[in-house]
């Protein structure tokens, strides 16, 4: 049964500073492997996709790296912002046709 | 080109009760999928509907339904509800049911049973 892991559980950073929240997998035979992030009580919004075959995607201010092999991902947020403060989720995709999510890294970034 | 938008926001239910969610999906996708995320923990997944068919079922008990129409929107339908079932409730859309497609979430439905 796949399981996925977040760590640290919450961050607290002050503006500026570069950060890295960390996923980890249990099951290499993944699909693809997806970073979401969510506000306060809302729905997911989709920050990058790494598809199996890929190493690492890119957009804006930040990083996702994929290692599939050791079943790891790091999301790398450059220059945080207060506007960056939320839950960031991360979630991989299985044959089972469904996502399984982390419990979430919940992150502050204080002015 | 719209969004992914459910409805209600927010309900309120009794132990018992039988509740519906609604859910529209993105201009031009034809794959659902509905999460339930409880209080502090990752979503986890009910089920999938691919063209009107159920395409994947996560372990959750028959009291848990759904239904997707025609126009690729769907249903969620949860019989005898329980305090457990106390969650946000997301569904997701995407294009074709392939698992390298990305989801993209709705805003969710706030269910409350009491």
């Known amino acids: 049964k796949q399981e996925v892991t977040q760590i640290p559980a919450a961050l607290s950073v002050p503006e500026g500073e570069n950060l890295v929240l960390n996923c980890s997998f249990t099951d290499s035979a993944i699909y693809n492997l997806q970073w979401f992030r969510q506000d306060p009580g809302k729905g997911l919004t989709s920050l990058l996709l790494?598809?199996?075959?890929?190493r690492e995607q890119t957009s804006g201010r930040l990083n996702a790296s994929l290692d599939k092999s050791s079943g790891r991902s790091t999301l790398y947020i450059a220059a945080s912002q207060p506007g960056d403060s939320a839950t960031y989720l991360c979630a991989v995709s299985t044959g089972s046709e469904k996502l399984v999510f982390g419990k979430g890294t919940k992150l502050t970034v204080n002015p | 080109e719209t969004g992914v938008t459910q409805s209600p926001t927010h309900l309120i239910k009794t132990r018992g009760q039988q509740v519906t969610l609604r859910c529209s999906s993105q201009?031009?996708?034809?794959?659902v999928s509905w999460y339930q995320q409880a209080l502090g923990q990752g979503p986890q997944f009910i089920f999938q509907?691919?063209?009107?068919?159920?395409?994947g079922r996560g372990n959750f008990p028959p009291r848990f339904s759904g239904l997707q129409f025609p126009n690729y929107s769907s249903e969620l339908n949860v019989n005898a509800l329980e305090l457990d079932d106390s969650a946000l409730y997301l569904c997701?859309?995407?294009?074709?049911?392939?698992?390298?497609?990305?989801?993209?979430f709705g805003p969710g439905t706030r269910l409350t049973v009491l």
């Open positions: 201009s031009g996708h034809n794959t």
């Open positions: 790494i598809q199996s075959s890929q």
């Open positions: 997701a859309s995407s294009f074709g049911g392939y698992l390298t497609d990305t989801q993209y």
């Open positions: 509907y691919y063209r009107e068919e159920e395409n």
